[in-house]
């Protein structure tokens, strides 16, 4: 990792980040930063813009497991018991459809948004031999610099995917795929990719424009593969730096994450688009009603994000 030593002081991570603008600081300024670690969003703009190469989420990330480690690892747990409750050991795991080969690995947020959508891709994967898992990936502990859990959650993952003879993982959420990278030593894919391979998916006609989740927005991956099913021109809104979920910060910066949401509404009056259930789950509960998850219009299901039962409809995925 370049280190910030490097620094050029030219303020660009300042003025693409909200959090940073607040405090008058840059990711230089580690003292500051490492106080502050648990206001960030970890979003990586700061490192998407850093003419140097110093990647800011990186360092705040070292800054968090730094902080994990000594007495205050008990007041982040208190101030986060409900995650950590439901996603340590996820409580809503259910390995029965696992299959050995391709697997589909909809994430947790996925099922919780759009039960019926994601019931259509279990039954259309399930005619190519392919099974459903419904298992938390681990981010949002990871995120709180829990590397010790982290590490078990990965792990059991692991040896549950090798123990069934996983070699491929169809996964519907970016922040899974970015998560595990290549810690599994399974090869993971978007959903989009295979539904492109088995020529399965609706194209939709007509210009779109997307926000795109906070993991895609360096490569551009995920999008890529999704105009494959776009006949019409994409465009990208690239307003906000967050949906306003990510890191566990808003608890901390209310204000910066409506602030993003804001950000979004003021900037096009057009539909926006995205490819993560917990932005658009976010959006909606914050009145941005012109967003909407371009998986459902694909599937061909018409369905809206679930936000008034998505906790109940997590609960479901366990039964299923
Ligand atoms: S909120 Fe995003 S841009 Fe700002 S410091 Fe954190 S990771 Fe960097
Ligand atoms: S963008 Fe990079 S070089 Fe510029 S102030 Fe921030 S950390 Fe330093």
Not at 95 to 112: E, M, Q, R, Y
């Amino acid at each position: 990792m370049i280190s910030v030593e490097s620094c050029i002081h030219c303020h660009k991570c300042r003025k693409s980040c909200a959090f940073l603008s607040k405090y008058m600081i840059d990711i230089c300024d580690t003292e500051k930063l490492k106080e502050l670690a648990y206001h960030c969003f970890l979003c990586g703009k700061c490192t998407a813009v850093c003419p140097v190469g110093i990647d800011g989420r990186q360092l705040i990330m070292e800054f968090r497991r730094e902080r994990s480690l000594t007495d205050e690892r008990a007041s982040i747990e208190k101030k986060n018991r409900s995650l950590i409750r439901e996603k340590k050991d996820y409580i809503y795991r259910n390995w029965k459809h696992v299959t050995a080969g391709t697997v589909f690995f909809p994430g947790c947020n996925f099922p919780s948004m759009y039960p019926k959508t994601n019931a259509a891709l279990a039954k259309l994967f399930e005619k190519y031999g392919i099974g459903t898992v419904y298992e938390c990936c681990g981010k949002p502990i990871g995120e709180l610099g829990f590397a010790d859990d982290e590490e078990k959650i990965i792990s059991g993952i692991r040896k549950r995917m090798k123990n069934a003879g996983v070699t491929e993982i169809v996964t519907a959420c970016p922040n899974c795929m970015a998560f595990f990278g290549d810690r599994l030593g399974i090869r993971v894919r978007s959903v989009y990719d295979k539904l492109n391979e088995i020529g399965e998916g609706n194209i939709l006609t007509g210009d779109m424009e997307f926000y795109l989740p906070c993991p895609d927005r360096s490569d551009h991956k995920w999008i890529e593969e999704i105009k494959k099913f776009i006949d019409g021109t994409v465009t990208v809104n690239d307003s906000a730096e967050c949906c306003g979920l990510g890191g566990s910060a808003i608890r901390l910066e209310k204000e910066i994450a409506d602030g993003f949401v804001e950000k979004l509404r003021e900037s096009t009056e057009r539909n926006l688009f995205t490819y993560c259930a917990s932005c658009v789950g976010r959006f909606r509960r914050s009145g941005l009603r012109t967003s909407d998850h371009v998986l459902p219009l694909i599937m061909g299901i018409d369905e809206q994000p679930d936000i008034m039962k998505s906790y109940i409809n997590r609960v479901f995925t366990k039964i299923k």
